[in-house]
């Protein structure tokens, strides 16, 4: 009978489900890094790609969960525009996840990681507020990070805050940016055969614990403010990706 991730050990289950568990609340507390955790922390353990496909199809069901609470937030102009230069970068994006050794991808997802929680966790600030051209070359950007590393939404969370929307604006535009995001990856991906029957499989079983962590993470379950609970994940991130830099280099 199939079994899904039937090819990792039971040390790897447990740092994968672990990975899930942070990822789920930390979508549920900020709507942010939830694909930056998943994505860092199973590869560790397995091929990026297979947690890229995954990734996809839970942010798309959280994404859908969250709609209904932001809807009347969504500068959808801003998100329109990021979408406009997100369809060309992801193109090159899948061009790169489906050229590049997985080792090498590796490695640029925990440096990706670690740059962009560097900065955010700095506060970077733009000196002046983007223009049309600006936001939608922040999703050229994003799109080509999604398309090879499935972590579109880093440079759009490091864009808004730089850009110095509030933390509800933001919010609302990262739940509508990714459900766009990820169906347009869930189409480019099912076209080159990385969205499988396995994928649907895994992402049933993370289903629930997604459902659950967001719930305590919107809950506030933990005490802990959304923007408190957003530096703890960002420090996790960097924590992630310089195990993920050491161990692919000594590999």
């Known amino acids: 009978m199939f079994c899904p991730l039937s090819d990792i050990s039971p040390f790897g289950i447990i740092v994968m489900l672990v990975g899930l568990c942070l990822a789920s609340l930390a979508r549920g507390y900020s709507g942010f890094g939830f694909s930056a955790v998943l994505i860092a922390s199973w590869s560790l353990i397995t091929d990026p790609a297979r947690a890229i496909a995954v990734t996809v199809l839970l942010e798309i069901t959280a994404s859908i969960i969250q709609a209904f609470s932001v809807w009347k937030q969504i ?26 050794p997985v080792d090498t991808l590796k490695l640029i997802v925990a440096v990706f990681v670690l740059i962009s929680a560097i900065l955010l966790s700095m506060g970077w600030k733009l000196k002046a507020r983007a223009n049309s051209l600006g936001t939608f070359a922040v999703g050229i950007a994003s799109g080509a990070a999604n398309g090879s590393i499935g ?34 990856g869930f189409i480019l991906f099912s076209k080159i055969g990385i969205i499988s029957v396995e994928t649907f499989s895994t992402a049933a079983l993370a289903l629930p614990v997604l459902l659950i962590g967001m719930f305590l993470g919107t809950r506030h379950f933990l005490g802990a403010t959304p ?8 420090f996790m991130l960097m924590g992630i990706a310089i195990i993920g830099i050491i161990r692919t280099l000594l590999s």
């Open 75 to 100: 500068p959808w102009k801003r998100v329109l525009l990021l979408m406009g230069g997100a369809v060309p970068g992801m193109l090159f994006g899948v061009y790169v996840l489906t050229t590049v």
């Open 151 to 184: 972590m579109g939404g880093l440079p759009v969370a490091l864009f808004l805050t730089a850009d110095g929307d509030s933390p509800a604006k933001i919010r609302a535009a990262v739940v509508a940016y990714f459900f766009l995001l990820d169906l347009l």
């Open 227 to 234: 923007e408190g609970f957003r530096r703890v994940t960002l």
